[in-house]
């Protein structure tokens, strides 16, 4: 194979994501390699970003600019260690001025990749300016973006094959992921309907280590478990009877839509124009109201046979046009 050159992947630790996205660049021929610029490497990093910023953001004294500034720095010396000849930076709205004038001297050609949408994030348009082009997983900001003149794409999230799961059997309807009002409510009705659903993650947790960690004394009123590591979250999806992708006021689609459907989960999503990459009703399964919901629900847990219909399909769908792999190549198309 054709060596590519050296591409460093600048990007959050956030579930481990970077990993697939490195592999499937250095498949591609890339000697690739990844920083990720919100890692802490002291011991006891999870209670220094606490203390050093989410107690004083509650206090309403944030330390945001310090945190920055050491990741800039930390960011910095990965570009000078690498010498890489291309920079993919992923999400990367905290990096400052160290890290990009490492990148202006001399000029390394960048891509951003965004996994949100930019009204989330701290991007500005001095900071958008900086790469020679822009994926998003949100057609309207692609939209937004082509139209101020920016050279941006389509490139919407995936699968990463490579975690292939036993399943984890249980007889409940899952939910993986944050505690939003319009998820709990939907899982309120589920349980109140008698359906047997879990919730797992630190803000539906009734453990009393995930309560003080998200500064909370509550719990929902639906059973729920703590946070699973992402391989453990694919076994869970992949042995209930349906698992659960609720979004908010996103017009992208989350990871979990390629997730679900990828590790051959049942799953039940709350928007019909997932159609761009699923055929409802044939690989997954759509509701719009807690109604619809609540009758998908009894039938994924009383009727095997469809929901094996939909786990084949959807599995198939996920591995021939949704993986990790796939959209290395249409990242890789837009450096051209």
């Known amino acids: 194979m054709t060596r590519k050159g050296r591409l460093l992947i600048v990007s959050p630790a956030f579930h481990g994501y970077w990993r697939a996205i490195e592999r499937a660049f250095t498949e ?18 999870k209670l220094h970003r606490k203390l050093r910023s989410e107690l004083p953001a509650r206090l309403g004294r944030p330390d945001d600019g310090a945190v920055a500034h050491a990741q800039a720095l930390r960011a910095r010396a990965a570009v000078h260690t690498t010498r890489p000849d291309r920079v993919l930076v992923i999400k990367g709205d905290t990096l400052t001025e160290p890290f990009w004038d490492a990148l202006d001297r001399p000029r390394v050609p960048r891509t951003l990749w965004l996994y949100d949408e ?9 900071t958008l300016g900086r790469f020679d082009a822009i994926a998003s997983y949100s057609h309207h900001d692609t939209d937004a973006l082509r139209a101020a003149g920016r050279a941006a794409s389509f490139v919407p999230l995936a699968f990463d094959p490579a975690l292939t799961p036993v399943p984890r059997q249980t007889n409940a309807v899952t939910f993986i992921g944050a505690r939003y009002p319009k998820r709990e ?18 803000d539906w947790s009734g453990h ?6 998200t500064w909370r004394w509550d719990a929902p009123a639906v059973p729920a478990g703590r946070d699973l590591p992402l391989a453990e979250a694919y076994a869970v999806m992949a042995g209930c009877p349906a698992t659960l992708n609720i979004h908010g006021d996103q017009d992208g689609f989350t990871m979990r839509t ?5 590790v051959g989960g049942v799953q039940l999503v709350d928007r019909a124009d997932v159609a761009e990459f699923y055929e409802p009703g044939t690989e997954v399964a759509v509701f719009g109201s807690a109604g619809e919901l609540v009758d998908l629900a009894r039938r994924a847990v009383a009727d095997d046979r469809w929901g094996d219909r939909l786990r084949a399909a959807a599995r198939r769908r996920t591995l021939a046009e949704h993986t990790v792999a796939h959209r290395a190549r249409a990242l890789e198309a837009t450096w051209a």
């Not at 899982?187 to 008698?194: E, K, P, T, Y």
């Open 28 to 45: 591609l021929g890339y000697e690739a390699s990844t920083h990720c610029y919100d890692a802490h490497p002291a011991l006891g990093s």
């Open 185 to 202: 409510a939907l899982l309120l009705a589920l349980h109140q309907a008698g359906v047997p659903v879990r919730a797992y993650g630190r």
């Open 208 to 213: 009393w280590f995930d309560r003080a960690r």
């Open 258 to 262: 390629f997730e679900a459907s990828g």
């Open 118 to 126: 930019l009204r989330r994030t701290r991007h500005t348009d001095a």
